[in-house]
């Protein structure tokens, strides 16, 4: 059975750090391009960061400097370090894989992890 699981989630301080992960299993992401989106209440599943499957990256402007997206083939496993968190980070985030990276668009992604809850609160 092919599945995306994400985990890593959590309630953390602003300023605080989390690692979100990606794994895999029935498949192997080596020759995919995954990408990390989030959703918070009420607004529109948006980009965070994608990675091809040669390790071009790329990133939502407001997380620039903040967020570092890498793989681990061997692990088969993408993740999102997270650093300096803000209260606006909060969402479910989500994994999700293509088989071309064109970018960090939602619909141009196929298979859906079912997302981990990030809350960014003191």
């Known amino acids: 059975q092919l599945q995306l699981v994400e985990s890593g989630g959590g309630l953390v301080q602003p300023g605080g750090s989390l690692r979100v992960s990606c794994g895999a299993s029935?498949?192997?992401?080596?020759?995919?391009?995954i990408g990390w989106f989030r959703q918070a209440p009420g607004k529109e599943r948006e980009g965070v960061s994608c990675?091809?499957?040669?390790?071009?990256?790329n990133y939502k402007d407001s997380v620039k400097g903040r967020f570092t997206i890498s793989r681990d083939n061997a692990k088969n496993t993408v993740y999102l370090q997270m650093n300096s968190l803000k209260p606006e980070d909060t969402a479910v985030y989500f994994c999700?894989?293509?088989?071309?990276?064109?970018?960090?668009?939602?619909?141009?992604?196929?298979?859906w992890g079912q997302g981990t809850q990030v809350t960014v609160s003191s």
């Open positions: 999700a894989t293509a088989k071309v990276f064109r970018g960090c668009v939602p619909a141009w992604y196929d298979y």
């Open positions: 029935g498949f192997t992401l080596d020759d995919y391009a």
């Open positions: 990675i091809s499957a040669g390790g071009i990256t």
